[in-house]
């Protein structure tokens, strides 16, 4: 089936069950799905049972969406690692478009690279590198969403970013703010990776995110992107890295990242 038609089919099915039109989409990135637990008078749709929509693997992943009068929110987002095709990977970002999304807040977590980051911080993104050698509008252009060569010079959009960097001061928080480089993953980075990345002008990277912004972009989803920086990355400190620590990290700061989500989404 045509990819337009499966996801007609993925949103008929939300549609004919939800009381909601959220115009704002949230993914919740590893470790990060408790926000999705947090709120009230929510309906719950398991991926599994959404039409046409892969099934998450990794784990810290719920794999469903949480919807409420004004957000969908993703409890688990599907990685490329995962071996799921680009399309499937941003699949969820036109479904939320087809169901009338107009913003979408995209968090992850993420190796430090700029040495002035600690396990910790959150980093709202200003921009990103696509590292990842390839790119999910490759292939038939779908016009009824966007052009065949969108413009990704604002793929970060600068009132969001105001509004979370001013979401963030009244909460007492200092986000840091960088550009976000998307690597293929699985295996964390090499040393010498995270030296490149940081020659180029990347301040974190990750394994997500990059394909769902250009999808976003491409259909008029404005973007925010928040990082949280779970780790140092490969090389800036001695330490092997796994994905405990990664989700350990996030666990720590789980309260001031949820707290910063709800204010943030109330400002959008
Ligand atoms: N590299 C890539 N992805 C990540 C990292 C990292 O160091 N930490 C969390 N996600």
Redesign the pocket.
Known sequence: MELMERLKQAADYIKERTKYSPKTGVILG?GLGEFGDSLENAEYYDYKDVPNLPVSTVVGHKGRFVVTDNIICMQGRFHFYEGYKLNDVTFPIRLMKLLGVEKLIVT?????VNTNFSAGDLMVITDHINMMGTNPLIGENLDDFGTRFPDMSNGYDKDMIEIAMKAGEKQGLTLKQGVYCA?T?PS??TPAEIRMVRVLGGDA???STVPEVIIANHCGIRVLGISC??????GVSQQP?NHAE?IETTQLVKEKFIDLLKSIVQEV
């Open positions: 590893s992850n977590a993420a190796g430090g690597m993953g964390f980075e990277v990750g394994m920086i779970t780790n140092l990355a490969a890295l990664v």
